[in-house]
């Protein structure tokens, strides 16, 4: 069961103040914590990191040395805290900074609606992920191993689903869940495109039971 939203902290890194505060009344009003208000990427890691919030919201652009995609994989590979972006542009589907990130963007600007069922949709779906990666090993944790060419991929297939499709390493292997056997087509032709040097597992989904399958024997 989710959180009532009064125990649910929130993060806002934004680097536009009278935006942030915006944000911030918004959420109160919603009986959401407001775990910190920051205008860098560096302030956004640094009070991610102290105050460990259930989301957070990160600006685009955001000010700073640090690339604000890694700060975003950073957040969520360290402190398996989900990241929303807030861009005033609808995000390129080919463009690489959808690599890192599995859960979504707001387009500003937004409402105080759009801004409550982002942040509900994306703690939900993180709680998913997270209970089906319990007893697997997470992408994240095998990221730091990885060369360009796995963030390449991601790139490859992160901007056509919303959530991301499912990605886990077992026995050396990247495992792929797909939802339906449009997606797993999907996936599996992009895998082949890229000519991929890893090992790599599609799955997709059995609707009659709800478990997965190979997608080369589910076709």
């Not at 599996?188 to 997965?212: H, K, M, N, P, R």
Request: net charge negative.
């Amino acid at each position: 069961m989710m959180q009532a939203n009064s125990q649910i902290k929130v993060l806002i890194a934004e680097q536009a103040l009278g935006t942030a505060e915006l944000i911030a009344r918004n959420l109160r009003n919603e009986g959401y914590a407001i775990a910190g208000i920051v205008n860098s990427v560096e302030k956004a890691i640094e009070y991610a990191t102290i105050t460990v919030p259930d989301v957070v919201l990160l600006d685009l652009p955001l000010p700073g040395a640090v690339d604000v995609f890694t700060a975003g994989w950073t957040i969520l590979n360290d402190l398996n805290c989900p990241v929303i972006y807030m861009t005033t542009q609808t995000p390129d589907r080919t463009d690489e900074s959808r690599a890192l990130h599995p859960y979504g963007f707001l387009l500003k600007p937004f409402t105080g609606d759009e801004l409550k069922t982002a942040i509900e949709g994306t703690l939900k779906r993180h709680a998913m992920q997270t209970t089906m990666g319990r007893d697997r090993t997470d992408v994240a944790e095998a990221m730091s191993q990885l060369d360009e060419e796995f963030v390449r991929f991601l790139s490859q297939v992160s901007f056509l689903f919303g959530p991301m499709p499912r990605l886990f390493f077992e026995n050396d292997c990247l495992q792929i869940y797909a939802d339906t056997l449009e997606d797993a087509q999907l996936l599996t032709e992009q895998c082949q495109d890229l000519c991929l040097s890893f090992a790599y597992q599609v799955f997709v989904q059995i609707l009659q039971d709800g478990d997965y399958q190979p997608y080369d024997t589910a076709n």
